[in-house]
């Protein structure tokens, strides 16, 4: 005898829309005050023991326009590689951040300490990055992607090895414009489409 099921229809996936920015961003969003104090402002507060660095870019879509709605949060370790919950790790920098693009521009601003290099469980050894989660109009799952430096050694990197064609992951390459400044363009579909990660 057949089982018979009952299931439930699937809810229709939206995109994030301006939804987002109120709930997670919500002095960015015009609602100050939302929350006594709202989470991410910025990955680091006083003096760290590391240089801090700032990183400028745009998310384009795949007409080349910068989206002026996108959000991103940053997550990253100290200048040792050293996340908040180890031992040893800087007091001063939380590691997350939560900031938007410009209205106007389309470009984001992170300031932040540059990360060292972090050392999995199994021993396996990541360059410095910093790992970003990016949502805006049109997109309906967050995506999920790093930020390299062009002036450490990524060579060895683990995850950078899983990519196999070599031009792609110069799409995770932050490049040096001065000195503590970086530039990082995210493209989401097209030419130099930014390779994203399944995690």
């Known amino acids: 005898m057949a ?9 229709p996936s939206q995109t994030a829309g301006p939804f987002v920015h109120i709930g997670l961003m919500p002095t960015y969003a015009g609602n ?7 989470i991410g402002v910025s990955p680091i507060s006083g003096e760290t023991t590391g240089e801090t660095i700032e990183i400028t870019g745009s998310v384009y879509d ?12 940053s997550w990253q370790p100290d200048s040792a590689g050293r996340f908040p919950e180890e031992a040893g790790a800087d007091p001063a920098v ?5 900031f938007a693009a410009d209205a106007v521009t389309g470009e ?20 410095p990055h910093i790992s970003l989660w ?22 060895q990197d683990p995850l950078l090895a899983l990519i196999e ?18 530039r990082f363009d995210i493209r989401l579909q097209g030419v130099g489409e930014t390779v994203f990660l399944d995690v």
């Open 165 to 182: 064609q070599n031009e792609r992951k110069e799409t995770l390459i932050a490049k040096k414009i001065s000195p503590g400044r970086y």
């Open 62 to 73: 795949g007409m080349g326009w910068a989206l002026r709605d996108a959000l991103l949060e």
């Open 94 to 98: 939380s590691g997350l951040c939560r």
């Open 32 to 38: 100050a005050g939302s929350y006594q104090k709202e």
């Open 134 to 155: 990016i949502v805006a109009r049109g997109i309906n799952t967050g995506l999920q992607t790093r930020i390299y430096f062009d002036d450490e050694d990524n060579s």
């Open 3 to 11: 089982q018979q099921l009952n299931q439930l229809d699937e809810t």
């Open 108 to 127: 984001f601003i992170l300031r932040t300490v540059k990360p060292g290099a972090v050392r999995s469980r199994s021993g396996r050894l990541f360059a």
